[in-house]
């Protein structure tokens, strides 16, 4: 009986303790997110006008709409040179300055400036990089080429929002690595080095298995990243023009619930990117994960 | 057998030769990426607009700092700056105020329910906050919190709860249970305990919360720029209005990105290091 008592006791205790966090997350986080589900199956043209269920009618009409697929396709272009972009340079700037050769510092220094700049102070700049009469083309004209209007030719811009978005993240994700291999016992493959191991193979055959969870990490952060959170890039510095060529999934989301006022729809939008993104996310999860490691 | 190792060694320093000297034009090549954009930065924002125009990369005939006070005058930088640090105190305060005793819970109760309770929080990691744009929005409407600072109080601490519990929950269990032991024996409640020697213990975790916090408040732009309005903005929405301009004025958006910056780089030269290793390490445990 008394054994009883304490026990619930401790739960009640433990639901006290746990009661500011829970509301709060339950009411900003869980409860928008279950909302996102609901909001997919109406139909909904306008915060004022009256929603009507539909079913997954959304959905079948995300197949069919060119602009998502336009976006869709984008975000691929986005995710498949993005990703690797960011990540190997910065596997390999994190393996080259953790040996610590003169001017490692400078280079740590300068690598992290963009680090220090948000996502709107990184839009910012581009956009004086990128104009007619910007940087890149002040630059391009020293060389004897021929500038461009990079965000507004539809040729260049998805590419230009792709190096604004990468530019900076190769700066985090080579001190991301450095911090990490830092970290790593230098015994663990110090042995490997001395019999003549070369650098690419100590690299990725000895230091990437010992730090592969980070690696995994590090792809799910980016994949998070790309796949809806770099919209702020694009509504900063094109919001989705020239004719939709910089439209991402995550711009696209944002512009048929804020500007087109497809409530509903837009919610389709987000809960399959959310799939996508939960099921690549998974697959890197999967393979990235070490066992051995508690 | 000498000669094996000579061979072997000389191997290596002649891979290792082509390793470093390929490995600093690269990273030479990514540095004068990154300097001659911020060098661009600077300069542009001491240079009048016609300057900027005839040379953008020269370097600035004289100090003008007018850039500075247009953009200022333009977009109300300071005042939005005040914004940002009262949503900013606020979102420190309630972080810590929830995510501190839901942390012992979960570090220190033997119930089903600490694990369960900590997946629920850790499952929030893998959500893309972004997405919850249009939900969010609604909830905070429904609130009757639109254009209220109150509102971002609110929703940026649930935003930081998930990352905040799973780090405090780490540097609890790492104290030993003996201690508490004593200070419940010698009659201290839970909420004692917490505050008398689990907070002193975690002061690292803590301050580590508190940094992470900073640097995510005051970068946050999209939801800033959808729920307040022109007397709540953020610095970060301030900031980006220079770029509404029909011609963008380079000068003066360079300006507004380095206001808008420095308390962030004042921040990460005092504590780059730690930042980002903690974020590596951090983020391995989630």
């Given at each position: 009986?008394?054994?009883?008592?304490?026990?619930?006791?401790?739960?009640?205790?433990?639901?006290?303790?746990?009661?500011?966090?829970?509301?709060?997350?339950?009411?900003?986080?869980?409860?928008?997110?279950?909302?996102?589900?609901?909001?997919?199956?109406?139909?909904?043209?306008?915060?004022?006008?009256?929603?009507?269920?539909?079913?997954?009618?959304?959905?079948?009409?995300?197949?069919?709409?060119?602009?998502?697929?336009?976006?869709?396709?984008?975000?691929?272009?986005?995710?498949?040179?993005?990703?690797?972009?960011?990540?190997?340079?910065?596997?390999?700037?994190?393996?080259?300055?953790?040996?610590?050769?003169?001017?490692?510092?400078?280079?740590?220094?300068?690598?992290?400036?963009?680090?220090?700049?948000?996502?709107?102070?990184?839009?910012?700049?581009?956009?004086?990089?990128f104009l007619p009469n910007g940087?890149?083309n002040?630059?391009?004209?020293?060389?004897?080429?021929?500038g461009r209007h990079w965000l507004a030719d539809?040729?260049t811009a998805?590419?230009s929002?792709?190096?604004?978005?990468?530019?900076?993240?190769?700066?985090?994700?080579?001190?991301?690595?450095?911090?990490?291999?830092?970290?790593?016992?230098?015994?663990?493959?110090?042995?490997?080095?001395?019999?003549?191991?070369?650098?690419?193979?100590?690299?990725?055959?000895?230091?990437?298995?010992?730090?592969?969870?980070?690696?995994?990490?590090?792809?799910?952060?980016?994949?998070?990243?790309?796949?809806?959170?770099?919209?702020?890039?694009?509504?900063?510095?094109?919001?989705?023009?020239p004719?939709?060529?910089?439209?991402?999934?995550?711009?696209?989301?944002?512009?048929?619930?804020?500007?087109?006022?497809?409530?509903?729809?837009?919610?389709?939008?987000?809960?399959?990117?959310?799939?996508?993104?939960?099921?690549?996310?998974?697959?890197?999860?999967?393979?990235?994960?070490?066992?051995?490691?508690? | 057998?000498?000669?094996?190792?000579?061979?072997?060694?000389?191997?290596?320093?002649?891979?290792?030769?082509?390793?470093?000297?390929?490995?600093?034009?690269?990273?030479?090549?990514?540095?004068?990426?990154?300097?001659?954009?911020?060098?661009?930065?600077?300069?542009?924002?001491?240079?009048?607009?016609?300057?900027?125009?005839?040379?953008?990369?020269?370097?600035?005939?004289?100090?003008?700092?007018?850039?500075?006070?247009?953009?200022?005058?333009?977009?109300?930088?300071?005042?939005?700056?005040?914004?940002?640090?009262?949503?900013?105190?606020?979102?420190?305060?309630?972080?810590?105020?929830?995510?501190?005793?839901?942390?012992?819970?979960?570090?220190?109760?033997?119930?089903?329910?600490?694990?369960?309770?900590?997946?629920?929080?850790?499952?929030?990691?893998?959500?893309?906050?972004?997405?919850?744009?249009?939900?969010?929005?609604?909830?905070?409407?429904?609130?009757?919190?639109?254009?209220?600072?109150?509102?971002?109080?609110?929703?940026?601490?649930?935003?930081?709860?998930?990352?905040?519990?799973?780090?405090?929950?780490?540097?609890?269990?790492?104290?030993?249970?003996?201690?508490?032991?004593?200070?419940?024996?010698?009659?201290?409640?839970?909420?004692?305990?917490?505050?008398?020697?689990?907070?002193?213990?975690?002061?690292?975790?803590?301050?580590?919360?508190?940094?992470?916090?900073?640097?995510?408040?005051?970068?946050?732009?999209?939801?800033?720029?959808?729920?307040?309005?022109?007397?709540?903005?953020?610095?970060?929405?301030?900031?980006?209005?220079?770029?509404?301009?029909?011609?963008?004025?380079?000068?003066?958006?360079?300006?507004?990105?380095?206001?808008?910056?420095?308390?962030?780089?004042?921040?990460?030269?005092?504590?780059?290091?730690?930042?980002?290793?903690?974020?590596?390490?951090?983020?391995?445990?989630?």
């Amino acid at each position: 009986m008394t054994l009883r008592i304490r026990k619930s006791n401790s739960k009640l205790t433990f639901l006290l303790l746990v009661a500011p966090a829970l509301v709060l997350y339950l009411g900003m986080i869980v409860w928008p997110f279950l909302n996102m589900l609901i909001l997919s199956t109406f139909r909904w043209r306008g915060i004022v006008r009256p929603k009507e269920f539909v079913g997954l009618v959304n959905y079948i009409r995300l197949f069919k709409d060119p602009g998502f697929r336009q976006a869709l396709g984008n975000t691929g272009i986005h995710y498949l040179i993005g990703l690797p972009l960011g990540i190997l340079p910065g596997f390999f700037f994190g393996y080259f300055l953790h040996f610590r050769k003169p001017g490692h510092n400078l280079f740590r220094i300068m690598f992290f400036l963009p680090v220090m700049l948000s996502a709107a102070g990184v839009s910012m700049l581009f956009k004086g990089i990128f104009l007619p009469n910007g940087i890149l083309n002040t630059l391009l004209q020293l060389v004897g080429s021929e500038g461009r209007h990079w965000l507004a030719d539809p040729s260049t811009a998805l590419l230009s929002i792709i190096a604004a978005d990468t530019w900076g993240s190769i700066g985090f994700q080579s001190m991301f690595f450095y911090a990490i291999i830092g970290s790593v016992p230098r015994e663990l493959y110090e042995a490997a080095r001395l019999e003549g191991c070369g650098h690419g193979a100590l690299q990725w055959k000895i230091v990437f298995p010992l730090i592969i969870d980070s690696f995994g990490v590090l792809l799910m952060m980016r994949t998070k990243h790309i796949l809806i959170g770099s919209a702020q890039v694009v509504m900063l510095l094109t919001g989705g023009a020239p004719k939709g060529k910089t439209v991402t999934i995550g711009f696209y989301l944002y512009d048929q619930a804020f500007v087109a006022q497809r409530l509903g729809y837009s919610q389709a939008v987000g809960v399959f990117s959310l799939i996508v993104g939960l099921t690549i996310i998974f697959v890197i999860r999967l393979y990235t994960r070490r066992n051995d490691l508690a | 057998m000498s000669t094996t190792t000579t061979l072997l060694s000389r191997g290596r320093l002649k891979e290792g030769w082509m390793f470093f000297t390929f490995s600093y034009i690269i990273a030479i090549i990514y540095a004068l990426a990154i300097a001659i954009p911020v060098y661009g930065l600077l300069t542009a924002s001491l240079k009048s607009t016609t300057e900027i125009y005839a040379s953008p990369l020269g370097f600035p005939k004289t100090m003008d700092f007018t850039p500075f006070f247009r953009a200022e005058r333009a977009a109300r930088i300071i005042k939005a700056m005040g914004n940002t640090m009262y949503i900013l105190i606020g979102t420190e305060i309630i972080t810590l105020v929830a995510a501190i005793p839901a942390a012992y819970a979960v570090a220190r109760y033997r119930s089903k329910l600490a694990p369960a309770t900590e997946t629920v929080f850790s499952v929030g990691l893998l959500i893309p906050f972004f997405a919850l744009l249009l939900p969010v929005y609604l909830t905070i409407a429904k609130l009757g919190l639109m254009y209220t600072r109150t509102s971002l109080m609110l929703f940026y601490p649930a935003t930081r709860l998930p990352l905040s519990i799973i780090i405090l929950a780490s540097h609890m269990r790492g104290i030993p249970q003996a201690i508490e032991d004593s200070a419940v024996m010698d009659g201290a409640s839970r909420l004692q305990v917490i505050r008398h020697v689990f907070i002193p213990l975690t002061q690292s975790g803590i301050a580590l919360i508190l940094i992470m916090n900073f640097l995510a408040v005051w970068n946050e732009f999209m939801f800033a720029f959808l729920i307040l309005n022109n007397k709540t903005r953020t610095v970060q929405v301030a900031a980006a209005t220079l770029l509404d301009a029909q011609t963008p004025d380079f000068g003066l958006i360079s300006a507004g990105v380095i206001m808008s910056s420095i308390p962030v780089i004042l921040m990460y030269s005092f504590f780059q290091n730690k930042i980002v290793a903690n974020m590596a390490e951090g983020s391995v445990k989630g």
